[in-house]
């Protein structure tokens, strides 16, 4: 029986209030039972003010916020679904997911996840009380048994940008019930903010990608019998349980450090990123671990000319291959970021993923968290300028602006680019000083605050309050350190069982085999790709001429389906642009979906091209 559709209210049902719950506690059990609890009357929250539903001439549930003058309508007070397809059609092609800004009665999610838009929709909901009151009002059952629902209600608003990362989340479209976020501006303007920094992100992460793509292919081509050979970072884990770590990063604040190396050697492991190794050399140090993870050739001058005899060297397969060449102890390499890497490691064993937030210093507290780390501390991490300097003193940044200084261009003119550089502007250092940082610096940032929110990371300190403020990451002093008892001896024993530890001789057979069966895959895209722009071609053709080309797509659609099923997508579509750029937008007509298919196929072509000429075969 439809409701009554002459606006008049619609009264919370309990019937439908346990069915919608039992459908979300199959899949989000803690959620329910705190939405049970908010409709008890027990959760204290924004949610005080009561939506009042009524029934509108469509036939669906509307329903305002408040009541008298004041009450705001959260949907179309005439056709409630219909305006949440309308703005769900709206939502760009490219995008992978949509974070929806306030529940309402669920109609915008509902139509998101029933046009399978999005992989995936994210309601953020300020008050768990509104979302109570909805699931008494609606039955909503289907949408939030959809494993592609989730849902983010109330806490700190900053705890978005874990959540996304956690979920993969890569092209985000923002929706908003504008009046739910007018209501709670103090919590959804943060999270507008922190969904902006994390879109932010994925833009730095295109261009980056577009930029070194075809290196990274180059490097990984080049490194990849090391995949066979070398034993990964998962033979780690947990290795050194109980001890404290230190990670040695590159900032400012690293110099003040330094001469307590000695000391603190024997208290701590010493994990070392790549730029910072010359300033800890020079203090006649060599850390225990050395974290080499950038794949550009201007990364492998950091340690041009050095050597570390004693240390182990963690690295991935797509760095400058000389780093493989680095005099060191024994290496390690961590799971490849990359689809051709992550190919080859499918067949030799996996490796072990370590974190990237687009500083080798994320990298190397991963890495101090996969040990199995009593507490981080960290010493450089200042993500900033503090006193105006860029890095450690004897660090190859601030040697090479030294050296290239000269009257007309003095040393100081770089620093003053680099301050200037990369979206620079002021934050606060983690005594709430003024600190000078940039955007990148943030997002590295923004990386660290999502990984130390997770119940399961370890206690983690920076070495004094120079550094730009990041929640959850606490201070230290470094007599805290030094009041530790010694460990050097037994850190020193771990350290031999792990230099000893080699890579099984099946990995480097399922290498070989993998890579082989590889470029048989990618010389097979390759020349479905080619004959696909010529059938699309021809199609054109076809259509020009008055005929319908219903054979001709029939067989595209057989293409699409061999390449999309291949062993080698992944891999064609990293150095593939954004669809959204290939396509440049829905297609008006047939015609121009032809033609849009024809850029997208000789971009196959020429990716898959590009791999077996970096893996020598053609």
């Known amino acids: 029986m439809s409701p009554p559709s002459d606006g008049r209210d619609i009264l919370p049902s309990a019937t439908l209030f ?15 039972a705190l939405l049970r609890l908010a409709a008890s009357g027990g959760a204290v929250d924004a949610g005080e003010v009561r939506l009042q539903a009524f029934a509108s001439p469509a036939g669906q549930p509307s329903a305002r916020l408040g009541e008298g003058p004041g009450a705001r309508l959260i949907h179309s007070a005439h056709a409630p679904q219909a305006e949440a397809s309308r703005l769900a059609r709206a939502l760009p092609p490219a995008a992978d997911t949509a974070i929806v800004l306030g529940f309402g009665l669920g109609y915008l999610a509902e139509a998101l996840l029933a046009g399978r838009l999005v992989q995936r929709v994210i309601v953020c909901e300020a008050s768990a009380s509104l979302l109570a009151q909805a699931l008494a009002l609606r039955d909503l059952r289907s949408s ?21 990362d956690e979920v993969g989340a890569s092209r985000l479209a923002l929706l908003s019930n504008q009046a739910l976020e007018r209501a709670f501006p103090e919590w959804y303007l943060p999270l507008r903010a922190a969904a902006d920094r994390y879109a932010s992100k994925e833009g730095i992460n295109e261009n980056t990608l577009r930029r070194f793509g075809r290196l990274w292919v180059r490097n990984l081509a080049h490194n990849l019998p090391l995949v066979g050979s070398l ?17 040695l990063a590159a900032g400012p604040s690293l110099d003040d450090i330094l001469p307590l190396l000695p000391a603190l050697r024997e208290r701590l ?13 020079r203090q006649g140090i060599e850390p225990d671990f050395l974290i080499v993870v950038d794949p550009q050739y201007w990364n492998w001058r950091h340690l041009e000319g050095l050597s570390c005899p004693s240390s182990i060297l963690i690295s991935e397969s797509a760095a400058w291959p000389a780093v493989f060449r680095f005099p060191s102890r024994a290496a390690f390499l961590c799971g490849s970021l990359f689809p051709l890497g992550l190919a080859i490691e499918a067949r030799a064993g996996a490796k072990g993923r370590l974190g990237a937030g687009g500083s080798v210093a994320t990298t190397a507290w991963d890495f101090a968290r996969v040990l199995g780390a009593r507490a981080i501390y960290m010493a450089g991490l200042d993500l900033g300028f503090p006193g105006g300097r860029t890095h450690a003193q004897a660090s190859l940044f601030e040697q090479r602006s030294l050296s290239a200084g000269h009257r007309l261009g003095p040393a100081e003119t770089a620093k003053a680019a680099a301050l200037f550089s990369g979206g620079a502007s002021w934050a606060v250092d983690a005594a709430g000083r003024p600190l000078r940082s940039d955007q990148r610096m943030a997002l590295y940032a923004w990386w660290f605050e999502s990984r130390l929110g997770r119940p399961s990371s370890p206690p983690t300190l920076r070495l004094g309050d120079a550094g730009l403020a990041i929640p959850g990451l606490g201070t230290a002093r470094p007599e805290d350190l030094l009041s530790m008892a010694p460990a050097r001896e037994e850190l020193d024993l771990r350290l031999a069982r792990i230099a000893a530890i080699e890579e099984d001789a099946a990995a480097a057979l399922g290498a070989a085999q993998g890579l082989e069966e590889l470029r048989l895959e990618l010389e ?52 593939l642009p954004p669809l959204a750029d290939i396509l440049g937008g829905r297609a008006k007509d047939l015609r121009e979906g032809l033609l849009a298919s024809e850029s997208l196929y000789r971009g196959i072509a020429d990716s898959a091209a590009y791999h077996l000429k970096a893996l020598g075969k053609e």
């Open 144 to 164: 939030l048994a959809d494993e592609g629902l989730g849902f983010m209600v109330g806490g700190p608003p900053e705890a978005l940008v874990g959540l996304l």
């Open 18 to 32: 346990e069915a919608n719950l039992e459908a979300l506690a199959g899949r989000l059990p803690e959620l329910a």
């Open 524 to 575: 097979a895209c390759r020349d479905l790709a080619l004959g696909a722009v010529r059938e699309a071609a021809a199609a054109r053709a076809e259509l020009a001429s008055g005929l319908h080309p219903g054979p001709r797509l029939a067989r595209l659609d057989e293409v699409d389906a061999r390449l999309l099923g291949s062993a080698a997508s992944d891999i064609i579509g990293f150095l």
């Open 269 to 281: 492991l010493l994990v070392c990123v790549d730029t910072a190794l010359r300033s800890v050399l």
């Open 231 to 247: 034993p990964g970072t998962a033979r780690l884990e947990g290795s050194f349980e109980g001890l404290p770590v230190l990670v």
